[in-house]
């Protein structure tokens, strides 16, 4: 399967932007879809992650309560919904699968960047 983040941009701190991530190819065959993201010279984080089947969330603490994870079986897409964004929340974002509840992710798609000035 391949992965295709989209959604990324400019906004300003405070705005809101909506991330999605769709499979191609065939349909996602994961046990959990995870968004990450990564900020320039430091390592890839998970920001969120949402279980395929039943839609249990896990949210970084760098983002609860601002971001809302969800996805949409019949398009095959998962999105990342956040708000309140803050400066640091700038970095690239990726969304990759976990195949059988290992949190071992793989199919990463590219990722959208993400930038938010303050």
């Known amino acids: 399967v391949q992965l295709q983040a989209s959604g990324g941009g400019l906004v300003q701190a405070g705005g809101s932007l909506r991330l999605s991530c769709t499979a191609s190819g065939r349909a996602f065959s994961a046990y959990s879809v995870g968004w990450f993201r990564q900020a320039p010279g430091k390592e890839r984080k998970l920001v969120a992650n949402?279980?395929?089947?039943?839609?249990?969330?896990f949210y970084a603490d760098s983002v609860e309560g601002r971001a809302s994870i969800s996805r949409d079986t019949a398009k095959n897409t998962v999105y990342l919904e956040m708000n309140h964004l803050k400066p640091e929340d700038t970095a690239d974002y990726y969304c990759?699968?976990?195949?059988?509840?290992?949190?071992?992710?793989?199919?990463w798609g590219q990722g959208t960047q993400v930038t938010v000035s303050s």
């Open positions: 949402i279980s395929w089947i039943g839609g249990r969330t």
């Open positions: 990759a699968v976990d195949r059988d509840g290992t949190a071992h992710f793989d199919s």
